[in-house]
């Protein structure tokens, strides 16, 4: 009988990834119409709104309100220019995010030990599964998780290797010797010519505290049992991989802030693979769609299994407000369902010059 080492089962690990039913897909340029055959081309649907998508989704009150908000959160920040500044113009930018989640296991096995307590002992008794044949439970899709498993017929005892079974180590602070040089007289027992030292009272040694004086302190890796137990672990990891595609809007906010909201969300589709969306309106979104799907799909089925894949298109709505203030003209936006807003030459961001 062989012991299955961790390379063996590397190597059958790698082998039950090309037998499972989502084989690598490295070497299949054109694979992913072979892939999905069976499922239908989602259409999404465009929005009876869409024509209006270039007005502002938001009223003045709306926009005033935000921008006081934002104004009273900063401390320093008076808010009379959001109170009082005139809005003399509301122009939307809004702008398209399409979201990709995959949603994937991968295993990895690896040895372990713990001390030796009387736990069952089988490895040999049969071959252990492969690690894709381990059941394991996972959790909600798109939720991130972790199991760890004690792969079956793995377990065996082995003499601790860090203390040779001793079940005991040498106490580290006193090399073993139970006791170390008096540090009040430093070993010579004697203070200030011919007084005793009292702190050793004349012996030039100290009994060691680590290890009370015995010399030795408990093997930490077996916790005093001389043996363990050896085998291999299993840890199960499902991860949600998330990339967002952003379109591009020449409103001048910087892109990165339209991470922190939400949006409307024009279209939801999940299933076990997902098929790039067609006949969106913004080619910009079906090129990003394509892209992503491709690379998620080439680069998640190699390390692990995709057991779900999730695409969204959100319209973020994006406000850009123009108001003027003692005489002169600024600018800031409010975006997002959060109604964020953005306002990087704010006029009066320290409220004692305005007084
Ligand atoms: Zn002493
Ligand atoms: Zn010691
Ligand atoms: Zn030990």
Redesign the pocket.
């Known amino acids: 009988m062989e012991w299955p080492t961790p390379v063996m089962y590397q190597q059958q690990r790698r082998l039950d990834l090309q037998c499972s039913p989502h084989p690598q897909l490295e070497e299949e340029v054109d694979f992913f119409p072979l892939q999905c055959p069976a499922y239908p081309v989602p259409q999404p649907e465009p929005g009876p709104e869409q024509p209006h998508w270039n007005i502002p989704s938001i009223s003045e009150d709306t926009a005033r309100e935000a921008f006081v908000l934002f104004a009273s959160s900063k401390c320093c920040y008076s808010s009379a220019p959001a109170k009082d500044g005139v809005i003399t113009g509301m122009e939307a930018f809004n702008t398209y995010r399409y979201r990709l989640e995959t949603f994937t296991e991968s295993r990895l096995t690896e040895w372990s030990h713990e001390p030796y307590n009387g736990q069952p002992v089988d490895a040999f008794s049969q071959p252990p599964p492969g690690p894709w044949d381990i059941p394991a439970q996972a959790p909600s899709f798109f939720m991130d998780g972790k199991q760890t498993i004690k792969v079956p017929y793995t377990s065996s005892m082995k003499p601790c290797h860090v203390c040779l079974g001793m079940g005991r180590k040498p106490?580290?602070?006193?090399?073993?010797?139970?006791?170390?040089v008096c540090w009040v007289c430093n070993g010579s027992g004697y203070r200030h010519g011919d007084d005793r030292c009292h702190h050793c009272s004349g012996r030039g040694r100290d009994n060691?505290?680590?290890?009370?004086?015995?010399?030795?302190?408990q093997c930490p890796t077996c916790r005093g049992k001389q043996q363990l137990l050896v085998y291999i672990n299993l840890t199960v990891k499902w991860t949600n991989n998330i990339d967002n595609y952003v379109v591009e809007q020449s409103s001048g906010l910087q892109v990165d802030n339209l991470s922190k909201v939400s949006g409307k969300e024009l279209f939801r589709d999940s299933q076990y693979m997902v098929y790039p969306v067609v006949g969106f309106p913004d080619p910009a979104v079906v090129q990003a769609a394509q892209r992503l799907v491709n690379e998620h799909q080439g680069k998640y089925s190699q390390t692990s299994r995709i057991l779900q894949q999730r695409q969204t298109i959100e319209l973020i709505p994006v406000t850009k407000v123009t108001y003027s203030w003692k005489g002169n003209s600024h600018i800031y936006f409010v975006y997002g369902n959060e109604f964020k807003v953005s306002a990087d030459n704010y006029p009066a961001t320290c409220c004692c010059s305005v007084m």
């Open positions: 106490c580290r602070d006193c090399a073993g010797a139970g006791n170390k060691c505290s680590h290890c009370h004086g015995q010399g030795s302190t």
